[in-house]
């Protein structure tokens, strides 16, 4: 446990950033598996497609992921999206 309080307050924000960043993540990740839902419904699908590769840029612009994580995960989801039809 830190003493000086500029380490306290330190320790306050990553909580505060850790909280944040696991909603985002948490985000993207249920928009992915909502979009695994749509295409074994062959339901909505464009839709859901489109939600997932905002959630996933948004995620990326937060820097939760990195440019490169973001553009593999939305190469993937254009795959599988590109198999339905």
Do not use: H, W
């Not at 839902?37 to 990326?60: G, L, R, T, W, Y």
Request: hydrophobic content about 35%; aromatic content about 2%.
């Amino acid at each position: 446990m830190p003493n000086i309080k500029s380490a306290k307050k330190r320790v306050e924000v990553i909580k505060t950033k850790t909280l944040q960043n696991s909603m985002i993540k948490s985000q993207y990740k249920t928009a992915i598996k909502k979009l695994d839902v749509a295409i074994e419904k062959n339901d909505n699908v464009e839709d859901a497609f489109k939600k997932a590769v905002k959630s996933v840029d948004q995620a990326c612009a937060k820097g939760v992921l990195k440019k490169n994580t973001a553009s593999r995960k939305k190469s993937q989801l254009s795959k599988k999206v590109a198999n339905v039809k």
